[in-house]
């Protein structure tokens, strides 16, 4: 799959994006297990033209984690070209404009997913920010604003038009939020179509190897992109990416690879930011590991884990969980 000049081999597997979760650390750590594509955090176009340096700093890339896309989003025209130019100087690969994201603070004012309900500016946005660059731009989406309005089949056509480069598609719609099954039935339509010749992403519901090779051949997608599926559990990419190579399951690493894995993760936050920031950043993974899984009463430890507010706490924990697998 090639997105303009950028060659992702055949099938990629790619990290999607999410806020509060795809800092440069998280990306670096996917694509050292194989992530062929890795995505910043949404980058507000309003916040980025005011030069906020909290979002100035979400431009950050590294040689490590190439080929990586910034993704924008916003509602506005001018921002949003003006967003993209301050982008590209950052030297990404590619950028991405975000029509997809569903939460209320951002939906509800018009940007991300809220443009599923002004096609006509989503559209000039998409064009004029694809005129305005010299880099890729991609778009990412879902079916429709809701069950009423799927128009996803349409919609990439017109957004192929705009001069887009690839179109990432999240199978459900705004209304669902991340609720229910995502239906990449619709997904499949879109890569179906004969009129469509930009490469047709899938996203939406992958957490396993299986599910992956499954979604590439049952719809005929691209690609493929993971997102919750990857929090506390960046280990999943060389998985799939196994999985795809070979048919078989990768064999599983002792308990205490995982945990370290963790570790690592923990320690990075915290250099990135600091210890009480860093521990409150890295939850959301420890929460969402399934790592833990099935190990008998471990409701208190979990408590204790997502409560502890130093890392010499925080490891003192993983020890206690790492002897009961030794």
């Known amino acids: 799959m090639n997105i303009g000049s950028i060659d992702l081999g055949e099938k990629p597997v790619l990290l ?31 916040a980025l033209i005011r030069h906020v340096g909290k979002t100035k700093a979400k431009l950050t890339v590294s040689a490590g984690e190439r080929p990586v896309a910034i993704q924008i989003y916003g509602k506005d025209v001018d921002t949003m070209v003006e967003a993209a130019r301050i982008c590209e100087e950052a030297q990404p690969d590619l950028i991405d404009i975000n029509f997809g994201c569903p939460v209320k603070k951002i939906a509800g004012k018009g940007a991300g ?44 056509e017109q957004l192929q038009d705009c001069g887009i480069a690839a179109l990432s598609i999240h199978g459900r719609t705004r209304a669902q939020m991340y609720a229910g099954e995502a239906d990449w039935t619709l997904i499949g339509e879109v890569k179906n179509n004969p009129r469509m010749y ?13 599910t992956c090779r499954e979604r590439f051949e049952r719809y005929g997608v691209d690609g493929v ?102």
């Not at 305005?132 to 731009?137: G, N, T």
């Open 16 to 46: 999607a994006p999410m806020e509060d979760v795809t800092d440069v650390s998280f990306r670096q750590m996917c694509k050292r297990f194989g992530a062929d594509l890795v995505y910043t955090e949404f980058v507000s176009s309003d």
């Open 113 to 156: 997913a809220g443009m599923l309900r002004d096609i006509p500016q989503m559209l000039r946005i998409a064009r004029e920010v694809a005129k305005a660059v010299h880099l890729p731009v991609t778009v990412k989406t879902r079916l429709g604003w809701d069950a009423g309005s799927l128009i996803i089949v349409e919609l990439a």
């Open 198 to 210: 930009i490469p047709i992403i899938g996203n939406g519901d992958i957490a396993s190897a299986e």
């Open 225 to 326: 992109m993971i997102g919750r599926g990857s929090i506390g559990r960046p280990w999943i990419f060389e998985e799939i990416k196994h999985f795809l190579r070979t048919g078989a399951s990768l064999s599983p690493q002792p308990f205490a690879w995982y945990l370290d894995i963790l570790r690592q993760q923990v320690l990075q936050s915290v250099e990135r930011l600091d210890e009480r920031r860093g521990i409150l950043h890295i939850r959301r993974h420890l929460a969402a590991t399934p790592l833990f899984k099935g190990i008998p009463e471990f409701k208190p430890t979990r408590v204790a884990m997502l409560r502890a507010e130093t890392v010499d706490r925080l490891f003192e924990i993983f020890r206690s969980i790492e002897n009961l697998f030794s």
